[in-house]
């Protein structure tokens, strides 16, 4: 999905916030758009945070900050695997 249908989604959710004067529900658009929305920017609440309407909730931080971390740990496991076999430094 290109750069500009992001920024179109986010700017149509934010506009939806201003003309109902709360956080949009997906109820609030059409199929279409909710289809087009969660494509370009994830799950709804995913959706409402990029588009600023929500605050990144913690779990969801603490999750991706987990994720980070296990990945770092393999590629530091992985790394000294290889050097052990091959003798780098």
Same mark, same amino acid.
């Not at 956080?23 to 409402?48: C, N, T, Y």
């Not at 945070?49 to 603490?62: D, F, M, N, T």
């Not at 994720?67 to 992985?78: G, S």
């Given at each position: 999905?290109?750069?500009?249908?992001?920024?179109?989604? %986010?700017?149509?959710?934010?506009? /939806?916030?201003?003309?109902? =004067?709360?956080?949009? *529900? /997906? #109820?609030?658009?059409?199929?279409?758009?909710?289809?087009? %929305? &969660?494509?370009?920017?994830g799950?709804?609440? #995913?959706?409402?945070?990029?588009? =600023?309407? /929500?605050?990144?909730?913690l779990?969801?931080?603490?999750? *991706?900050?987990?994720?980070?971390?296990?990945?770092?740990? &393999?590629?530091? /496991? #992985? !790394?000294? !695997?290889h050097?052990?076999?091959?003798?780098?430094?």
């Amino acid at each position: 999905m290109a750069r500009g249908d992001r920024e179109h989604c %986010i700017a149509l959710m934010v506009e /939806k916030a201003r003309e109902l =004067g709360r956080m949009p *529900l /997906k #109820r609030d658009f059409a199929p279409d758009e909710v289809s087009d %929305i &969660k494509q370009a920017l994830g799950p709804w609440p #995913r959706a409402l945070e990029q588009a =600023g309407l /929500k605050p990144v909730s913690l779990a969801h931080e603490e999750s *991706l900050q987990r994720r980070q971390a296990r990945r770092q740990d &393999k590629r530091l /496991k #992985r !790394r000294r !695997r290889h050097e052990s076999e091959w003798g780098d430094s």
